[in-house]
């Protein structure tokens, strides 16, 4: 670490982090939110159908809070449900925005937040630092653990059929994260593992990230990528574990504020594609290209990959190269023993795809840019074809 180079760091101003917080959830938000009326809360149906939304939602009309429910937010949001949300919001005068959900909740709640009380349309915020004006009040309360983004200032957007555009402005850092794993229990252990996968993602390829990793982001990575590899298999085989669960959620968000300041690279470039073109779970299609990315990279950061090896594989011995690639293994080992699909052609890839795969990763500059060894077109080509 140069003590000399510079960084800036940033993240939510609060968070708490407490099994079962959100069955007091009215309370909570009352005391922080003393003048608040007009809730919107924003979320999905798959996680509605659990049940588990009764309680905090009880919760906020008992503590005289109007509550309005958005509540079709579809895995990886297109554009119009973000306008839908954004008309709901204005109808009901919204004052204050809950995210209630897996990522894609939480990404729509802030985009919410951001333009309901603005003129300016979705299309003019796409890109870095494009947001004018202050936001709505924020909460993010994510169900899942993974995309960490309760404390990022991201936000992904289906655009048009298939490509998968960022948002990325101060503005969407949330006011208040809650972590709470009561809401985590009916996680099926296939979305446990894939989300599960994607936070750990998140925590390496902010370790290797080009330009921007900082001793503050390193030590998130390392504790994120700590917790959640422990925690992962556990969480999958008994979903009821509740200190499996919440470390789980912990990994994710210390692993969220680490990527919102050393940003992804291109595991979640070469992954978009996947997302977009065969909607297969953001999770799972960074998965699928990892461990060959992996091994890619390892030609320019094999002391940073063997540096993590030591805490997922705290038994891999050797050299640099040789815990480098315990690392690639133990990767692909998670997705192995928690029965994730492990190759594109599982998900109903073909050869023939990779053109159209590789042609669209080459899209994701914003990311490119961040990894640690360049990747040309062919290369994209090549990884996907080593993970057919
Ligand atoms: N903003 C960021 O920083 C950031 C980072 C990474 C990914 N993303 C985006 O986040 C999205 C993916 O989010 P995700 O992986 O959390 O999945 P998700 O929000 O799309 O949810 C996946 C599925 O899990 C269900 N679900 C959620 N919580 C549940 C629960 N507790 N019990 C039962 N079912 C539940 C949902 O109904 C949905 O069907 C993608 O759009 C991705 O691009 C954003
Ligand atoms: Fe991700």
Not at 26 to 52: A, C, M, S, W
Not at 132 to 141: A, E, H, S
Not at 239 to 246: E, I, K, M, P, V
Request: proline letters at 5%.
């Amino acid at each position: 670490m140069n003590p000399m180079a510079s960084f800036s760091f940033a993240t939510v101003p609060t968070i708490l982090s407490a099994p079962g917080a959100t069955r007091n959830l009215g309370r909570e938000l009352r005391e922080r939110f003393p003048d608040i009326r007009r809730v919107l809360l924003v979320t999905d149906q798959g996680f509605l159908r659990t049940g588990l939304a009764e309680a905090p939602i009880e919760s906020l009309r008992a503590a005289m809070f109007h509550v309005e429910q958005f509540a079709d937010v579809i895995a990886d949001p297109p554009e119009h449900v973000v306008e839908d949300a954004v008309s709901l919001a204005r109808q009901h005068e919204t004052e204050l925005v809950i995210g209630l959900g897996g990522g894609s909740s939480m990404d729509v709640a802030k985009l919410v937040a951001a333009l309901a009380a603005s003129t300016q349309p979705l299309a003019e915020i796409y890109g870095i630092g494009n947001v004018r004006g202050t936001r709505l009040p924020l909460v993010q309360i994510p169900t899942t653990a993974g995309t960490g983004s309760e404390v990022t200032n991201i936000s992904i957007v289906t655009t048009g059929a298939t490509s998968k555009m960022g948002i990325v402005a101060p503005q969407l850092f949330a006011d208040l994260a809650i972590l709470d794993a009561e809401l985590t229990i009916g996680l099926p252990a296939a979305v446990t593992a894939a989300t599960g996968i994607d936070a750990m993602v998140h925590a390496i390829e902010a370790y290797t990230s080009k330009h921007k990793k900082n001793p503050l982001s390193d030590g998130l990575a390392r504790q994120a990528l700590s917790l959640l590899s422990r925690h992962l298999i556990r969480a999958c085989e008994n979903g009821h574990d509740l200190a499996a669960r919440q470390s789980m959620l912990l990994g994710a968000m210390l692993a969220g504020q680490a990527f919102a300041n050393a940003p992804v690279a291109a595991v979640h470039a070469l992954a978009y594609p996947i997302g977009g073109i065969f909607h297969v779970p953001h999770g799972l299609s960074n998965s699928l290209v990892l461990p060959h990315v992996l091994r890619y990279n390892a030609k320019a950061c094999a002391e940073q990959y063997a540096e993590l090896a030591t805490i997922v594989v705290p038994h891999a011995e050797g050299s640099v190269e040789a815990r480098t690639e315990a690392l690639a293994v133990a990767m692909q080992q998670f997705a192995t023993i928690t029965g994730l699909p492990r190759t594109l052609r599982q998900v109903g890839i073909t050869a023939s795809d990779l053109d159209l795969l590789a042609d669209d990763a080459m899209k994701q500059t914003r990311l490119l840019g961040n990894n640690p060894r360049p990747v040309a077109r062919e290369d994209a080509y090549a990884l996907y074809k080593l993970a057919l």
